[in-house]
Nanobody, 115 residues
């Protein structure tokens, strides 16, 4: 059974940093493409960052140069380092994997950027 559990959200001031973590189980992790999505209140869920099995990374334009996605295959973990956070980054952040023709999501972790 695929399971994704996010952690690391919280309240941070503008310009601050947070590191989100996602623990994955039930997939052949080293072969999986892992993603972080976010959903702000009243908005649709949007893709933020992707890391492929070969380590290639992709980002939405709004976070390029500020966020870094990484993975630890031995621990089956994926991370999102978020720097220089802005109020518009406030959202629930979700870990995602598409595995065996099915989308799997964690329950999310809330990030609030406010002074």
């Amino acid at each position: 059974q695929v399971r994704l559990v996010e952690s690391g959200g919280g309240l941070v001031q503008p310009g601050g940093s947070l590191r989100l973590s996602c623990a994955a189980a039930g997939v052949n992790f080293k072969l999986a493409t892992m993603d972080w999505y976010r959903q702000a209140t009243g908005n649709e869920r949007e893709l933020v960052a992707t890391i492929r099995s070969d380590g290639r990374k992709e980002y939405v334009e709004a976070v390029k140069g500020r966020f870094d996605i990484s993975r630890d295959n031995a621990r089956t973990m994926v991370y999102l380092q978020m720097n220089n956070l802005k109020p518009e980054d406030t959202a629930v952040y979700f870990c995602h994997v598409y595995w065996r023709q099915t989308h799997f999501w964690g329950k999310g972790t809330t990030v609030t950027v406010s002074s």
